[in-house]
């Protein structure tokens, strides 16, 4: 792989979708005011660095296709709660709508302190 990428698979249902798990955490509330049209999904990020934020960035990915949807990067805050939301179109294949998190570190040692957390609709994945 990569030098400094670490890739997540982040799970959800999707319309009874058959590669992913269903949730069982209750929805929390957004921080956003983004409502999304009923062929999108609203999709969180919450990033909270480390004591190195310059070295992090990340991509959301989603589908077999792997299309490129959102990202984070350009942090300067040590230890600081950044959050990121967008509406991501449904693919017209349920199977295509995985979702994949990349958090890449250019120092190579990933968060050693932080971390990520990712909702869609509401729900913790």
Do not use: R
């Not at 310059?54 to 990915?61: F, G, N, R, T």
């Not at 509406?87 to 050693?112: E, F, K, R």
């Not at 932080?114 to 913790?124: A, D, L, S, T």
């Amino acid at each position: 792989g990569e030098d400094g990428l670490f890739e997540t698979y982040i799970s959800h249902t999707f319309n009874g979708d058959y590669c992913i798990e269903t949730p069982t955490e209750v929805p929390s509330p957004a921080p956003t005011d983004l409502v999304c049209t009923s062929n999108e999904m609203l999709v969180e990020v919450e990033l909270t660095t480390d004591d190195h934020p310059e070295d992090i960035s990340w991509v959301i990915l989603l589908g077999d296709a792997l299309d490129y949807h959102m990202e984070g990067g350009g942090y300067d805050i040590p230890n600081h709660k950044y959050h990121s939301s967008q509406c991501i179109p449904y693919n017209d294949y349920p199977a295509n709508n995985c979702l994949y998190l990349d958090m890449y570190d250019s120092h190579g040692d990933g968060l050693t302190s932080g971390g990520f957390v990712v909702k869609v609709e509401g729900y913790i994945v």
